[in-house]
């Protein structure tokens, strides 16, 4: 693959569409569709050079043994979703205060520890350049409706049994799906 070119299309709020035009291996030139955070991307480094637009929260309750989830109604499919609480950084934070503050907005909860960090990541690399970064960690409290009037989400604590029930019938974003698979295998 050869990079030529990159224009921007159209902005909105949130997101921005870009083209994106290379060389095929076989000489051929293509333009893919994608989408951005980055409002200005003017570069191929640009594409991928830039700091993580969001942060993940994989979190369980306080004695390890429930997982954290939301189930949030996603107008992209249509319907209920099960995911972890994430959200976008906002400018002047860092990922610690982000997760904080996304937890207790999407959940009422607070972060009580942080046990890891997992290095960034794409939310989806097949149309986007969104990076996250994911905090695992503890928190408690009692759980509260998003404060959100923009997101309709239902958080809850589930046990592994649980999981492993849900697995078999809901929707799932695909990073949830796969981590819970493997944090609820016996």
């Known amino acids: 693959m ?10 909105g709020k949130f997101i ?9 291996a076989d000489g051929h030139d ?51 979703v099960y995911n972890f609480p994430a959200g976008l950084i906002d400018p002047g934070e860092d990922i610690y205060m982000a997760a904080e503050r996304e937890l207790r907005e999407e959940t ?19 149309f986007s350049n969104e990076k996250n970064v994911c905090v695992v960690g503890r928190c408690s409290g009692e759980i509260m409706q998003s404060d959100s009037v923009f997101e309709e989400i239902e958080a809850a604590f589930y046990t592994k049994a649980e999981v492993r029930e849900l697995l078999k ?17 016996e």
Not at 49 to 65: C, F, H, N, Q, Y
Not at 110 to 125: H, M, N, Q, W
């Open 2 to 11: 050869e990079f030529k070119s990159l224009e921007k299309k159209e902005a």
């Open 16 to 24: 921005t569409r870009y083209d994106i035009t290379y060389k095929t």
């Open 30 to 80: 293509k333009v893919y569709e994608m989408i951005s955070r980055d409002k200005d991307i003017d570069s191929f480094e640009r594409l991928h050079d830039r700091k993580p637009d969001a942060v993940v929260m994989i979190m369980t309750d306080e004695s390890g043994d429930r997982i954290l989830l939301n189930k949030e109604f996603r107008l992209a499919p249509g319907e209920w």
């Open 108 to 126: 009422g909860l607070k972060l009580i520890s942080v046990d890891d960090t997992i290095g960034e990541s794409y939310s989806a690399v097949g």
């Open 169 to 185: 019938t809901a929707r799932f974003a695909a990073r949830t799906q796969a981590y819970c698979y493997l944090w609820c295998k």
